[in-house]
């Protein structure tokens, strides 16, 4: 399998996105985040652009270790002097040096002409070799390069010295089959080009950035170009996580180091850190890329993730696909998510419930969990009390031992209880506890104020397990939330008699 190295450019081209603006600490914390992720290079920034970005590239030469660190720099000596002076504290550092090709930049960016590129290309290169072994030279708008003057221009630099030479399409002009013909007929025209590798850095202008990197992979490049998020100029970069996905999932025949366990933490990162929200849809890192809404799909989910997932989630660091309840979901869904809460309704109770539900789904966009328990708390209502409490004493201060009495009655019997706790509802669940007699587990016990002040309503909300390892929720709220503590769990108690018997 070919190795096909990952240069990210999140940093520097990333970082010309439009509002964007790190700073050093933020730039080393995603670098490390890049490291983790196995990235082969980072182009850390651009040195001449300001004397923080300066600082902030050799931050990241300085310690981040593992990827090669590039710098950028126009093919002039001061902009190579200050990537140099930026990066040379790297374990392995890179100059990128870059000037235009094409004649609309030549003549009217740079109004030069083609021998005057050619020869600050090659004095570039040659400049950028006195300091540093590894050295990447971009031809510029190359896709909209005259053919022949490209090849001349790569030929020469690989001459002068260069490592890499990359073919950006800077504007996202080309279509997926122009560019691989593009990379294919470079690597048969450019007589020395087997001496380097060869790159591709391409634009999302017409949103063919991923499938035009993937193309010139499969005509013979070498290293893709790439930002996490596709952030870049304009319509942004080739987005690496497409890329490292497609040649997974659908097992292309090259070989990537990337760890994709790390690839949605950066991405969370990258959006944090730079304040340019993910778009939901979008592939791979997008908040709806494993959500699921429609009721058929849901089903089909649920028997067996891969009917409508591609990537299982767990691969890109993300724990499991999520099911958004609403309008369009079916009762499957609903159940499923009424277990993992914690609720065991009965046919009936779930038929009720789930008619509630799609009504609630009509007004609603989106079924939060919160909805769903206030929903099944009226079925929670009718579950019967098989223990019920009669009554429930605390005592509790400063320097005493907390001691709980509870008097529970079971069918008419009553059952007395004394226990110490390490406070006042610790010594009551234990109380409890040894009262009813039957085998559970506690698994949650939770408590919030419902309204606000001193007298505020405390809910106690309450999850045991069964030994079969299935889950009860019980919930009460009251003024003295000792007492709602003490309900909650004889509720989720009930409910597991309700459902199991008292075995
Ligand atoms: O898009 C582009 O051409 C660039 C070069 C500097 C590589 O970003
Ligand atoms: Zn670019």
Redesign the pocket.
């Known amino acids: 399998m070919s190795k096909i190295y990952i240069f990210d450019?999140t940093l520097?081209?990333g970082e010309?996105t439009p509002g964007v603006n790190l700073n050093k600490e933020e730039k080393l914390e995603i670098a490390k985040q890049l490291a983790k992720l196995n990235v082969d290079i980072i182009e850390a920034g651009f040195p001449i652009a300001s004397p923080g970005e300066f600082e902030a590239v050799k931050n990241i030469a300085d310690n981040v270790k593992g990827p090669v660190i590039a710098a950028?720099a126009r093919a002039i000596p001061l902009d190579i002097d200050r990537a140099w002076e930026a990066i040379k504290g790297a374990e392995s550092p890179r100059i990128?040096t870059?000037i235009?090709t094409s004649d609309i930049h030549i003549e009217k960016k740079l109004r030069k002409t083609r021998d005057e590129v050619l020869e600050q290309a090659v004095s570039a290169v040659k400049y950028a070799k006195r300091y540093c072994n590894d050295v990447e030279f971009?031809?510029?708008?190359?896709v909209r390069s005259d053919f022949n003057f490209l090849c001349k221009v790569f030929e020469a630099v690989i001459e002068a010295g260069a490592t890499v030479i990359?073919v950006?399409?800077?504007?996202g002009y080309a279509l997926p089959w122009e560019f691989g013909e593009l990379i294919k007929k470079l690597k048969e025209n450019v007589k020395n080009i087997d001496k380097v590798i060869v790159s591709v850095?391409c634009?999302n202008d017409l949103g063919l950035a991923t499938a035009n990197s993937l193309s010139a992979i499969v005509n013979g490049a070498e290293q893709v170009?790439c930002t996490i998020n596709g952030l870049?100029?304009r319509a942004g970069?080739a987005a690496m996580e497409e890329i490292i996905m497609a040649i997974k999932v659908r097992r292309l025949p090259y070989e990537v180091g990337i760890n994709t366990q790390e690839i949605y933490k950066t991405s969370k990162l990258v959006s944090t850190l730079t304040g340019i929200p993910i778009q939901p849809n979008k592939a791979v890192v997008g908040e709806n890329a494993f959500a699921h809404e429609s009721g058929i799909h849901q089903h089909g989910i649920i028997q067996d993730p891969t009917t409508y997932e591609i990537i299982d989630p767990k691969m890109i660091g993300i724990p499991e696909s999520k099911i958004v309840l609403g309008k369009h979901s079916g009762k499957h869904a609903f159940e499923k998510r009424l277990q993992e809460l914690g609720y065991n309704l009965s046919a009936e109770q779930l038929e009720e419930a789930f008619k509630k539900f799609k009504e609630l789904a009509d007004k609603k966009k989106e079924i939060t969990d919160r909805d769903i328990e206030a929903i099944v708390s009226n079925q929670m209502r009718i579950i019967p009390e098989f223990y019920k409490l009669e009554h429930l004493q605390v005592v509790s201060g400063i320097g005493i031992v907390p001691t709980a009495t509870v008097i529970i009655t079971e069918d008419g019997e009553i059952i007395k209880s004394v226990e110490i706790g390490n406070g006042p509802v610790d010594a009551v669940y234990k109380a409890i506890s040894k009262a009813v007699k039957i085998q559970h587990n506690l698994e949650d016990f939770s408590l919030k104020s419902i309204t606000g002040g001193t007298d505020a309503l405390g809910e106690a909300v309450v999850k045991i397990s069964d030994k079969d390892g299935n889950y009860y929720i019980g919930r009460a709220s009251s003024t003295d939330i000792v007492e709602a503590s003490a309900k909650a769990y004889l509720r989720a108690i009930n409910q597991m008699i309700m459902f199991r018997g008292k075995d």
């Open positions: 450019t520097r081209d010309q950028l990128h870059f235009a971009s031809a510029e708008d190359a990359n950006p399409d800077t504007v850095h634009h170009e870049g100029e970069n």
